[in-house]
């Protein structure tokens, strides 16, 4: 199966269900990506590629049980699937493939 087209932020949605090991559902992953980027990050974005990610093939989703603090309400729990597990590790490759031919690391800018 060829790997799908995965935007930056789907990208970071995807990677960060995979660091939640099965904790993830839309709350907390707004949370942790703002937390780990320091961008602002909307609650109807991240359900948004939730849903993208899951209607690909890359995550899958199930209810959880019902919990007080949201009223007896349950969470849909997201985890990634083979499929998106080897995505990420195919995008992971790629990436390491282009930063290791980097002839000249960043170094501080200089003015000119």
Do not use: C
Not at 14 to 29: C, F, H, P, R
């Amino acid at each position: 199966m060829k790997r799908g087209y995965l935007g930056e932020f789907e990208e970071i949605v995807l990677l960060t269900v995979a660091v939640m090991e099965g904790g993830a559902y839309g709350v907390a992953v707004t949370h942790e990506i703002a937390e780990q980027t320091g961008r602002s990050v909307r609650l109807n974005q991240v359900h948004a590629a939730l849903e993208r990610l899951e209607d690909k093939g890359m995550l899958k989703s199930e209810m959880g049980e019902p919990t007080a603090e949201r009223g007896g309400r349950r969470k849909r729990l997201f985890t990634t699937t083979a499929y998106g597990r080897r995505t990420l590790q195919e995008i992971q490759e790629v990436r390491e493939s282009f930063w290791a031919k980097l002839l000249n690391p960043f170094r501080p800018a200089t003015s000119l």
